[in-house]
């Protein structure tokens, strides 16, 4: 555990003051009405709206303000009074808003109207739902549907998500990338392979049950602040946690409650992390190798001294395979090895595995560190195997829990938003609607970028998110975008992935989650699933932005009517009409998980959908859990080089994805600006470089391919040697498409081979 490094400077804790102060300043930007503050009241509250930033779970007795400060940003964002109009539009081409930063771009406020992209003037114009709606109909109708891919990021409801995925499959194909591609598909394909199912298998009890955590990769003060309530709670239980991150990440150090007036008031904070390792990027299979290293040789001193297990040998030999094959591998790793890849000293190392050993139950969770490197599925196999070693899967008080990102992207997957048709209950739709649905693979959200360069690819529908700005490869990938023939997109605000169009290009603007969404049938509610599998149902309030907005359903509903021929049972009007149509069909199609649906859907805490790994039934491929022998001991896809980095592309706290909020990463003491790279001291000693020094990082991939962001102002930082930090999405430039994890495709955002460019 090194001291803090005293070139950066911190206001303190996560929470606490501070995070007062970073609300306050989003609402003097956003200026919204006393009523929408009064909106943050209902926040993550039974029969209130369900928070549109993170995924992480909403309990079932609430406190009062159940929300933290981004939660809180991620509102006053979409209710902001800014509004970005067909007269604001027609001020500014688009060729000057590509120039435009991020933040700027939102920072135009709501989108009002439906807009048409006109070429000839270079500037979105007005159009009309009607001419909206029939133009994508006419167009999809004259493509293969097979060329067409169906983006999704992950916010949409499931009621949304059911219907836009059954119109892809009546339509004709299965390209469904979603955001969780880039993001926690490691996890939907790791997870399924070695335990039989793709989500994890915690439930918010299990926190008060535990006795030790362990965080791999996964930024809570930022990304999931709420999740510090319950883990505020184990540590005053007595709860041990661990972190591995190659960061100091505030949030995990201490918290402060900023809904406790006596912690705000006096110097208390609780000390989060037992044991903090500044693991290398890329460094964890490596470092949990050491764990099982330790946890092996104490379970055999444990017996050949008191004839007692540190390992559960009934759970291994019940339910698991693999053992022995892992044994024989993780004994002839040497410890010289393990602290080279993983940069962690054996002492340290030693230390977090006898907390794991003395604990009778650990939760594992983890993010972006894991999952988002070339062998992220070595991770989460190398998790697994530690995790299987005593037991810790499928008890109360135990399990693995990846951390969601964006607020229903696992909910997404579950009602069949996905490229792969055996995950989707293909043959049920097939009886319920009457339509064969295709049944090969479709495009995973690499495929598409690969098609799109390709010119295989001629129509891109996004619901929601920024895919041409959140995807790897950018200055390759705009170029081919613009040689689409369709591109649609439906948002809540402008951001760069609208100003890269196709020939024909919509941006047909959506009412958000907090606004009141009013139908035929009267206002009606939609519903989403967290991280821990709890369906939620969430009902929007507040006036809608603009009269002209349609709902995420009502988008789809029309621009499925337009392109599909007749058919009776794909009721779009009557589901447009009535939400809860939806979800009886959604019922239909998933009976086991969605029974009593809609009597369920205000369920305080939400309806659990169950998991097969928690009740240890493996729906694996033998049947049991699997130990896996890990095939590398880094995760990152390149060999060490002279001046040769691992870049980790990082949020600040003051972003959501693409969404720039502001410029003050207060919990690391970055404020003012988002051009930076962090570097160790020692390493920008050894470079030559000077604080403030100005370079660019360019590609080191090795395939010869010239990629290289300009304008960073270097930052010593306390990262491990040899890694380097700096923001997405202005990184991406550097990340080539190619550069994924091998099973999953998921990006490997976390430990991109970059060199300084003086
Ligand atoms: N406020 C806010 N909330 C968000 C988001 C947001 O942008 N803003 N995004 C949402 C989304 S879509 C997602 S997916 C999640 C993302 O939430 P996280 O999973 O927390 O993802 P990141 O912020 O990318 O950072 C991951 C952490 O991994 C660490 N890390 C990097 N490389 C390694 C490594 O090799 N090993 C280990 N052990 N650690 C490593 C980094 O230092 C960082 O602390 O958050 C969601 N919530
Ligand atoms: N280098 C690098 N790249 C990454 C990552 C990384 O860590 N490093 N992270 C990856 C991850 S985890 C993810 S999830 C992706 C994120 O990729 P996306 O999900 O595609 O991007 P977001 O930035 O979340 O999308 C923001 C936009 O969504 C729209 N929006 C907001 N609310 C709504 C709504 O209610 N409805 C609709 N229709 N639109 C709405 C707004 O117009 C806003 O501009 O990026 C990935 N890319
Ligand atoms: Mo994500």
Known sequence: ??????????????????????????????????????????????????????????????????????????????????????????????????????????????LTHPMRFDRASDRYV????????????????????????????????????????????????????DSSNMCHETTSVALKKLIGSPVGTCVLADFDLCDAIFFFGQNTGSNSPRLLH??????????????FNPIREKGLEVFKNPQSPTEMLTPKATQISTLYLQVKAGGDIAAITGLIKHVLAEEERKWREEQRHVLDIDFIEQHCTGFEALKAHVEATGWEEIERESGLARADLRQAAQIYIDAPRSI????????????????????????????????????????????????????????????????????????DPPREEGMNTVKACEKILSGEVKAFIGLGGNFVRAIPEREKMEAAWQRLRLTVQIATK???????????????????????????????????????????????????????????????????????????????????????????????SYPDQFHDFNDRVFTPGGFYRGNSAR???????????????????????????????????????????????GYSDRLRGIEGTRDVVLMNPEDMGAAGLREGQVVSLASDAGDGVHRQVDGLAVTPFLLPRG??????????????????????????????PVRIVI
Request: glycine share 8%.
């Open 1 to 110: 555990m090194g001291d803090e490094d005293d070139t950066v400077h911190y206001d303190g804790t996560e929470g606490g003051w501070g995070s007062i102060k970073g609300m306050a300043e989003i609402a003097w930007r956003e200026k919204p009405t006393p009523a929408v503050l009064n909106t943050l009241r209902r926040q993550n509250k039974v029969k209130g709206f369900m928070c549109v930033s993170c995924a992480w779970t909403k309990p079932a007795h609430p406190h009062a303000a159940e929300f933290c400060e981004n939660g809180a940003k991620a509102t006053l964002w979409e209710l902001t009074s800014r509004r970005c109009t067909p007269e604001v539009l027609a001020r500014h081409k688009v060729g000057e808003l590509r120039t435009w930063k991020d933040h700027d771009l939102e920072q135009l406020g709501r």
């Open 615 to 661: 009740e240890r039934i493996w729906k694996t491929e033998s049947g049991k859990a699997q130990f896996t022998v890990p095939k590398t001991m880094s995760s990152v896809g390149f060999e060490p080089a002279v001046g040769r980095y691992r870049l980790v592309t990082l949020r600040s706290n003051d972003q959501f994805n693409t969404t720039i909020y």
């Open 364 to 435: 594992a969770m983890y993010g972006m560190g894991l999952t988002q490197h070339v062998h992220g599925f070595e991770n989460l196999a190398a998790l697994t195997n530690l995790w299987l070693l005593k037991g810790n899967i499928g008890r109360d008080g135990t399990g693995i829990s990846p951390v969601r990102g964006h607020s229903n992207v696992q909910g997404q997957r579950t009602v069949g938003i996905s490229e792969k048709p055996e995950l989707v209950p293909l043959d049920r739709i097939a009886r319920q609607y009457g339509f």
């Open 230 to 243: 319950p883990l505020q709670e184990a540590v005053k239980r007595g709860v041990k946690i661990v972190t």
């Open 126 to 177: 007005p159009c009309s739902w009607e001419e909206a709606f029939e133009a994508i109909g006419r167009e999809l109708k004259a493509i293969d549907p097979r060329a067409a891919v169906f983006y999704s990021s992950g916010r949409a409801s499931l009621e949304t998500s059911y219907l836009y995925a059954l119109f892809a499959r009546a339509y004709g194909h299965n390209n469904l990338p």
């Open 494 to 588: 402008l951001n760069r992935s609208h100003l890269i169009n196709g020939e024909i290009a919509y941006l047909l603007p959506c009412l958000g989650r907090s606004e009141e969404d009013m139908q035929a049938s009267g206002p009606q509610a939609v519903t989403m699933e967290d991280s821990l599998s709890c369906i939620h149902g969430s009902l929007g309030k507040n006036k809608p932005a603009s009269d002209h907005l349609k709902s995420e359903v009502a988008i789809v509903a029309g621009m499925a009517k337009a392109t599909l021929p007749p058919n009776p049972k794909l009721e779009w009007d009557a589901w447009t009409a009535d939400y809860a149509r939806i979800r009886d069909r959604i019922e239909e």
């Open 723 to 752: 890694c380097l930090g700096a923001y997405y999405p202005e990184m991406n430039p550097l990340v080539p498409l190619w550069y994924h994890d091998e099973q999953s495709k998921t990006p490997a955002a976390k430990g991109v």
